[in-house]
């Protein structure tokens, strides 16, 4: 999910309680929805990129291993990072309530007209973006998609509490417990890798967690158009808590899978940094989001990292910081218009010929 580039947003840059399907906006709304980025609803426009000429279409459903936090079974924890790279979890302790307020919240302020959120969220603890995952980067091509990019720290600041009240007390409640969880499957994991205490304590640091918003407009040309285009995830674990529209994927042997929506749980997938950690043995799994022509989608993202100055350490990969991965990140997307991601990384083999 683009979650490494965590740059100040601004106005003038050039980017691009849960609701059920029957309570979104139709396509007829969505023409007119003065809260949708202006390209988004001209999509015709001098802005828009030639459209890719890939039909993205719903592919098989997936069974996605389901863990329960509070009996966490070991094996199945490591054979589902080793192999799809992301499992559904249940029994996390986050209570439905907030999660439903968190929604309601952050439906209404990615509901207001876009110029307001342009001007009120260019800086500060709550960054508004568009067209891109990426933030303050341009992507090859437009995601579908717009969001709020949280500064968990940023909303710890007594100014941010009279500017965004109860979703900031909601954020940071949410937050701690996205925390909790991370660290709770991180220190399972840490002894299935043979970390030592100094790398278990290292290696995922709570305070260094980053809060996203993503709203997935409703897309006239939703077969030429992702919601948000291939990637893998920059963190070491990202916690996902979607609504029930579905369309997000995963890629699994060379195949497309859908990953159905399951009310009440969360979906974890891994990010680059615990497949450094591990060596490869276990996958950052490749995903996506479908966009739709029928009704909006929104999540909530957590994303969780290493401390900034530690440095990874692995067979595979030469060593490496958060600080510099996430530099070269956006060198890449600033040279390609993607991300490259570990390729950049990886130890050349010798040459034994």
């Not at 995952?133 to 341009?138: E, G, H, I, K, R």
Request: with cysteine; glycine share 6%.
């Amino acid at each position: 999910m683009f979650d490494s580039v965590s740059l100040s947003l601004s106005p003038k840059s050039h980017q691009h309680s849960r609701l059920t399907s029957n309570q979104c906006p139709s396509m007829d709304q969505a023409a007119e929805n003065p809260s949708y980025p202006p390209l988004f609803l001209t999509p015709g426009s001098h802005l828009d990129p030639t459209p890719q000429p890939t039909t993205f279409q719903p592919g098989p459903t997936i069974r996605v291993p389901l863990l329960d936090l509070q009996r966490l079974d070991t094996d199945l924890l490591s054979q589902s990072c080793q192999k799809l790279g992301l499992f559904r979890l249940t029994n996390h302790g986050v209570p439905p309530g907030l999660s439903n307020r968190l929604f309601a919240f952050a439906r209404e302020i990615l509901s207001r007209p876009f110029e307001r959120k342009l001007a009120e969220l260019a800086d500060g603890a709550v960054k508004y973006f568009w067209g891109t995952p990426a933030v303050s980067l341009n992507l090859k091509e437009v995601n579908w998609l717009e969001g709020l990019h949280v500064s968990v720290a940023g909303l710890s600041s007594p100014a941010s509490e009279s500017e965004f009240g109860e979703f900031r007390n909601l954020a940071i409640e949410y937050c701690e417990h996205m925390a909790r969880i991370s660290r709770t499957l991180f220190n399972t994991l840490a002894i299935d890798l043979n970390l030592d205490e100094g790398q278990t304590t290292t290696y995922l640091s709570e305070s260094n967690g980053m809060f996203r918003v993503y709203r997935y407009p409703i897309c006239p040309n939703p077969s030429s158009y992702l919601g948000m285009e291939a990637h893998t995830d920059s963190s070491v674990l990202t916690i996902l808590n979607e609504d029930e529209v579905g369309g997000l994927q995963v890629l699994s042997e060379h195949t497309w899978f859908n990953v159905v929506p399951v009310p009440g749980t969360l979906i974890v997938n891994l990010g680059d940094l615990i497949q450094v950690i591990s060596d490869d043995r276990y996958n950052s799994v490749k995903h996506r989001v479908l966009a739709s022509s029928v009704t909006e989608r929104i999540s909530l993202g957590y994303f969780v990292f290493p401390q900034e100055d530690s440095v990874l350490r692995s067979t595979v990969y030469n060593p490496f910081t958060l600080k510099e991965f996430r530099a070269q990140v956006q060198e890449d997307i600033m040279k390609t218009g993607s991300k490259v991601g570990l390729k950049q990384f990886r130890k050349q083999m010798p040459n034994l010929s």
